[in-house]
């Protein structure tokens, strides 16, 4: 997997026990088209883990 600079921190919540951090070095200077293969690839991964959420393959919490 390609490692992305960090860049800023551009937000931050909890979500249950799970500390979320948002960075925006997979955005800061990349195209448009860059930015829609990120958030593609966001994408791909909420669904993978819903997915095993949903087959009980994984716990994320209430």
Known sequence: ????EKGN???EWMQGNVKVEVYDGAYAG???EEIDKV???ISE???K??????NEEI???D
Do not use: F, Q
């Not at 997997?1 to 992305?4: D, L, R, S, T, V």
């Open 1 to 4: 997997m390609k490692e992305i």
């Open 9 to 11: 921190k551009v937000a």
């Open 30 to 32: 990349k195209s448009k």
């Open 39 to 41: 958030l593609e690839r």
């Open 45 to 47: 991964t909420i669904s």
């Open 49 to 54: 883990i819903a997915h095993a959420a949903a």
């Open 59 to 61: 716990d994320i919490g």
